[in-house]
């Protein structure tokens, strides 16, 4: 027999929590059924599997993308190298939208990667119509399987952000666009390395994707409708000037929990 469950994680010079879900994973039990069975050894085979996951992640690699899933909103996704892992202060977008959302609502998340949003969404509001927007058919595919997985209707289009909606209109528009300056250093660094380069840059400055949904969303709301958007720390005020530039009217920031400047909205005159 291989090493007990315990040997292997204390051998595996990673964060607790990290390698608990990456044993877990690679022995097929639950996090729980883990730590309840620490003296058990495992066969050859399984420790053997649980090590490389170990090594993998410790040469950089996402636990998301190791296991295959990440938790957002209270829901487990399904998570590829396709798409962005979902992250915490993301959840902030769908706060806003639920608040904003009017009952039997038409939605639209922009960029929807593995769907997190447009999902959370959907499960939350179920009188909404929830439609999702993405470039990828790879992300698509992903998003496909969390609505289904969740048992939530989203309409999900192949689009370059709006050009596939022709004349559809809707009450809210979210989206988590590229936002991230071409060459900053963090592109470089932690689990953004292994993310995907298309769902992150957003040009010289990071606002290329941002200008474009501001400027062609406008068409797409119903008189009224909102525009959230998700953006850096440092370019609430750049998108304040863009919404009013567009004539967007209730231009407004909401901070995250870290009381970092998150979501940006205009609301359609």
């Given at each position: 027999m291989g090493a007990t469950i315990g040997a292997l994680l204390a051998a595996s010079g990673l964060p607790a929590i990290e390698a608990q879900a990456l044993a877990a994973h690679g022995l097929g039990l639950s996090r729980a059924t883990l730590l309840a069975q620490t003296e058990r050894a495992t066969a050859p085979d399984d420790a053997r599997r649980v090590e490389r996951l170990f090594l993998r992640r410790r040469a950089g690699e996402p636990v998301a993308y190791l296991i295959?899933?990440?938790e957002f909103y209270g829901l487990s996704l399904k998570i590829t190298p396709d798409v962005l892992i979902p992250r915490?202060?993301?959840?902030?977008?769908?706060?806003l939208a639920l608040e904003?959302?009017?009952?039997?609502a038409r939605v639209l998340d922009l960029g929807t990667g593995s769907g997190a949003v447009a999902v959370a969404i959907a499960h939350e509001a179920q009188s909404a119509e929830v439609w999702a927007a993405d470039a990828s058919a790879a992300a698509l595919a992903v998003a496909r399987e969390n609505a289904r997985r969740h048992d939530t209707h989203v309409h999900l289009v192949e689009s370059?952000?709006?050009c596939a909606l022709g004349g559809e209109r809707f009450d809210l528009i979210v989206s988590n666009p590229p936002y991230v300056a071409a060459g900053d250093a963090h592109l470089e660094r932690?689990?953004?390395r292994y993310e995907p380069r298309a769902a992150l840059v957003g040009g010289a400055d990071g606002l290329d994707c941002i200008r474009r949904i501001v400027a062609e969303a406008k068409s797409h709301l119903v008189p009224g409708g909102w525009l959230?958007?998700?953006?850096?720390?440092d370019q609430a005020e750049?998108?304040?000037s863009l919404f009013g530039m567009y004539g967007y009217i209730d231009v407004q920031t909401t901070p995250d929990l870290a009381e970092i400047p998150?979501?940006?909205g205009g609301r359609a005159p």
């Open positions: 295959g899933e990440r915490p202060e993301t959840e902030l977008l769908v706060d904003l959302v009017p009952e039997g370059d952000w709006l932690g689990d953004l959230l958007l998700e953006h850096g720390y750049r998108l304040r998150r979501v940006t």
